[in-house]
Structures are given as structure tokens and as C-alpha cells.
């Protein structure tokens, strides 16, 4: 979990993003996050079931409604909620799951592992992002 070389592996090929639990709310990390992500070129796809349409994407209620396969899955939400999202991914053969700052579940961590899922967790993906791609230092606001 949290290899150097994950992150940037995963950052460096990943083409889409499902965030869950993207917020509408542009005060909100849940959203700023994704949106600069989008703005590195990244395609977002929502999902939260409470909104219709964020950042110019419809919105999905789960993980199995996505029109794509994600490369990544960006979660926003609470510690609780990750064991059901590992699940979730196994199910559908995800393969790379990115847990935000503040966020820790080591045992859905584990279990993510253990199905062949790479982890990344307590992370925040923009800073990496920002971390491993000099260029995007240069929109560094919102």
C-alpha cells in the first residue's frame, strides 16, 4: 500500500477516475479535488447517488452503473463505507482504488490487496498528481 511506485504508475496511466462520493459543493475538497484532476486531463466519472450531473458528467449511483471501467476508483467517504467499495470493485474487477486523506481502512486495505487490487490510501490524488507532474504546478488553484 502507498508504494511510491504505485502512485505514480497509477497516475501516469490512468485515463479515467470514478470519484465516489464527489460532492456538487465547490467549497468542498470532494470537489475541488476531482475538478482540478479533470482540468490534468483526467475524464471524471461521478458517483454519488443524491446528484444528477457534476462537472459537466452525469452521475452514478454505484460503481456497476459506470458506462466505463474506470482505471481508478477515488473515494470521498467515510472509513465505513470502504470494505462495501472493496467489495464492490472485486466484484467488477477493478483494479486500483485511491482512498483520500483522512481516510483509513486497513482492513479493507488488506482485503482490497489480497483480490489483486493496488491501494493507495491517505493520499491526497491532487497533491500527488502535483507531486509527480512539475507542469501542473502551474494551476495550482481550484
Known sequence: MNEPEVIRSMLTDAKSIAVIGLSADPDKPSHYVPAYMQRQGYRILPVNPTIENVLGEKSYATLADLPIKPDIVNV???PKYIPAIVDEMLQLNLKSLWVQSG??????AAKAEAGG???VMDHCIMVERRRISPLSAYNQTR
Open 103 to 108: 481516510i483509513v481502512n486497513l482492513e479493507a
Open 117 to 119: 487490487i493496488q491501494v
Open 76 to 78: 470521498f467517504r467515510l
